[in-house]
T-cell receptor
Framework: DTEVTQTPKHLVMGMTNKKSLKCEQH?????MYWYKQKAKKPPELMFV???????INESVPSRFSPECPNSSLLNLHLHALQPEDSALYLC???????????????FGQGTRLTVV | GQNIDQPTEMTATEGAIVQINCTYQ??????LFWYQQHAGEAPTFLSY????GLEEKGRFSSFLSRSKGYSYLLLKELQMKDSASYLC?????????FGTGTRLQVFP
């Protein structure tokens, strides 16, 4: 199983809503990532979890709140988002954070989020 | 900080060869990935270079020069399905950072 599964695939939410994005992998990977991708732009790193601990927060606004309940799951809780937060949110996992070995990141299909 | 630059767009003809360049400046460099991304889909892994030189994998090859901060992806015998975005990504000691991406369009 080399899949990273994200749900939902599409999400439309109002600016006052609270919603969560979910990501799951069963490859035994210990590093998981959230990326944000706007149209025709490369993915931008948001958060890195290593061994279920948040290791990197790329100065992401607090209206995005990540959570790693266990080594297979990664959530992104959303609250009071703005229309400019509309984007494709990609989850990825790798064997470990970069250690000089081939730590290929596997990506999920993403959640396309629209904030109205 | 880091800079990872690629040409924004490229076009090529079916059956031809195209080279997509990537230049980078970063600290803590471990290696460099190339990913392919079709519109609306997730990035998929193409290649990984950690040592200087050329890595060949079928129609795709990737080259790295660590001293020059330079990599390229070479696509041979182009097919229409190769129309996609190609992302170089620098593997740092702490995270994976993507370049600006190159949109390749293949014409018949």
């Amino acid at each position: 199983d080399t899949e990273v599964t994200q749900t939902p695939k599409h999400l439309v939410m109002g600016m006052t809503n609270k919603k969560s994005l979910k990501c799951e992998q069963h490859m035994g990977h210990r590093a998981m990532y959230w990326y944000k991708q706007k149209a025709k732009k490369p993915p931008e790193l948001m958060f890195v979890y290593s061994y279920e601990k948040l290791s990197i927060n790329e100065s992401v606004p607090s209206r995005f709140s990540p959570e790693c309940p266990n080594s297979s799951l990664l959530n992104l809780h959303l609250h009071a988002l703005q229309p400019e937060d509309s984007a494709l949110y990609l989850c990825a996992s790798s064997q470990d954070t970069a250690t000089g070995l081939n730590t290929e990141a596997f990506f999920g299909q993403g959640t396309r989020l629209t904030v109205v | 900080g880091q800079n990872i630059d690629q040409p924004t767009e490229m076009t090529a003809t079916e059956g031809a060869i195209v080279q997509i360049n990537c230049t980078y400046q970063t600290s803590g460099f471990n290696g460099l990935f190339w990913y392919q991304q079709h519109a609306g889909e997730a990035p998929t892994f193409l290649s990984y270079n950690v040592l200087d030189g050329l890595e060949e994998k079928g129609r795709f090859s990737s080259f790295l020069s660590r001293s020059k901060g330079y990599s390229y992806l070479l696509l041979k015998e182009l097919q229409m399905k190769d129309s996609a975005s190609y992302l170089c990504a620098v593997e740092r000691t702490d995270k994976l950072i993507f370049g600006t991406g190159t949109r390749l369009q293949v014409f018949p």
